[in-house]
Each structure stands twice: as structure tokens, then as C-alpha cells.
């Protein structure tokens, strides 16, 4: 199993470019999250799915829209990226049980000039 | 919306020193995560708690959960260049399916 896959690893955008990220998971997992990694921050959610079908925002989602294209992929797009979008993101997946593990990508380092 | 305070924000020790860093906050939680990072990887889980007061031990690791829910410390016995890492931890409200995570403390651990 590969767990959770990323991709790209590495973006430079411009202002104003457009961009997806793709997420998947092969651990049939339900529940599927996008976050965002500022320095000092932590982690905020920008989009999450509960299942497959359903999309809802999250703490931090202007700028950002999300596709649940089936249970395994769920991606992440800027329609018109800004500097303030410089960020690692991340996507997770979990079964959604109680004391259950989220599992975690490797990350997308995004910078926007 | 939930905040979550983690301190020391950095900590820097030798090896084989003990270690504790905290998690608080104003807000209950039903249910509390710790997780590590290490650089360029994403976080990995340590623990999930959900009982108030409740004393999770992983090897060198000890988590515990305060008795109102709102707060979770994780000890370190000995620690090892190993643990070096960003340490997370990660609150839900009303057993809801969304953490939120606090800023992280970072720790290096010596040789």
C-alpha cells in the first residue's frame, strides 16, 4: 500500500495562475482532508470530505476549491493564485471511527511570486 | 473556533535528558491527538486520548490527558536524537470528525 500520495511534490506559480493538487488514498478510507502548513501555525483545514460525494470548508477555505472524484482522490485547486497561498500543503485521509489514525501525505511545497 | 496553545514553542536538550512539553486550552475536547513531524514528511499519529485523565505510555513516551479535557502533556524519558522532531497535538470538539491543531513544539535533541 502506498497510503497517502501527493502530487506535485514542489509548485512555483505566478500570481494569478491557476493549479491543482491531487490527492489519493488507497486505504478505503471515507473521510479525506486538505491542510494548509504555516510557519508557526500548525495545521489548518481548508476543505474536508466525510465520504465520497461530499465536500465542506473548513477553517481557512477563500481561495480554494475541492473535488471528491471518487473515494480514493480527492484534489485541491487555486483558480487564481495570490502570494498569501505560499504554504506546504498537506492531505490526509482516516476511517472516521473514534481513536482511529489520520494518515498524512508527504506534502506540496507551494510558492506563489 | 478552538485555540490551542502548545509550549515550549522550541526546546533544545542532550540526549538522555526528560523532557515534557503541553498542550492547553479554553475549550473541551472529546478527543486529543499528539503527532510528530519530521522535515519534508508529513505528521505521523503518536496517540489518540479520550478519556479525562487518562495516561497513554508508548516506550519512552508518556501522554496524559487532563481531568476537564482541556489540556494534554507528553513526557519524554531519555530522550534520543531519534525523537528530534516537530511535536503537534490536535483537539476535537463534540466528538466531531475535524482536529485542530496547535502551533507545535519543536525539539532537538542533542548527541
Known amino acids: 500500500n502506498a497510503g497517502v500520495t501527493q502530487t506535485p511534490k514542489f509548485q512555483v506559480l505566478k500570481t494569478g495562475q491557476s493549479m491543482t493538487l491531487q490527492c489519493a488514498q488507497d486505504?478505503?478510507?471515507?473521510?479525506m482532508y486538505w491542510y494548509r502548513q504555516d510557519p508557526g501555525m500548525g495545521l489548518r483545514l481548508i476543505y474536508y470530505?466525510?465520504?465520497?460525494?461530499?465536500?465542506d470548508k473548513g477553517e481557512v477555505p477563500n481561495g480554494y476549491n475541492v473535488s471528491r472524484l471518487n473515494k480514493r482522490e480527492f484534489s485541491l485547486r487555486l483558480e487564481s493564485a495570490a502570494p498569501s497561498q505560499t504554504s506546504v500543503y498537506f492531505c490526509?485521509?482516516?476511517?472516521?471511527?473514534?481513536?482511529?489514525?489520520?494518515?498524512f501525505g508527504p506534502g506540496t511545497r507551494l510558492t506563489v511570486l | 473556533t478552538q485555540l490551542l496553545e502548545q509550549s515550549p514553542q522550541f526546546l533544545s536538550i542532550q540526549e538522555g535528558e526528560n523532557l515534557t512539553v503541553y498542550c492547553n486550552s479554553s475549550?473541551?475536547?472529546?478527543?486529543l491527538q499528539w503527532y510528530r513531524q519530521e522535515p519534508g514528511e508529513g505528521p505521523v499519529l503518536l496517540v489518540t486520548?479520550?478519556?479525562?485523565?487518562e495516561v497513554k505510555k508508548l516506550k519512552r513516551l508518556t501522554f496524559q490527558f487532563g481531568d476537564a479535557r482541556k489540556d494534554s502533556s507528553l513526557h519524554i524519558t531519555a530522550a534520543q536524537t531519534g525523537d528530534t522532531g516537530l511535536y503537534l497535538c490536535?483537539?476535537?470538539?463534540?466528538?466531531?470528525?475535524?482536529?485542530?491543531f496547535g502551533p507545535g513544539t519543536r525539539l532537538s535533541v542533542l548527541p
Open positions: 486520548v479520550v478519556t479525562g485523565g
Open positions: 475549550s473541551v475536547f472529546s478527543s
Open positions: 490536535a483537539g476535537a470538539e463534540n466528538y466531531g470528525q475535524n482536529f485542530v
Open positions: 470530505s466525510a465520504s465520497e460525494g461530499t465536500t
Open positions: 490526509a485521509s482516516r476511517t472516521g471511527k473514534t481513536r482511529d489514525t489520520q494518515y
Open positions: 486505504m478505503n478510507h471515507n473521510s
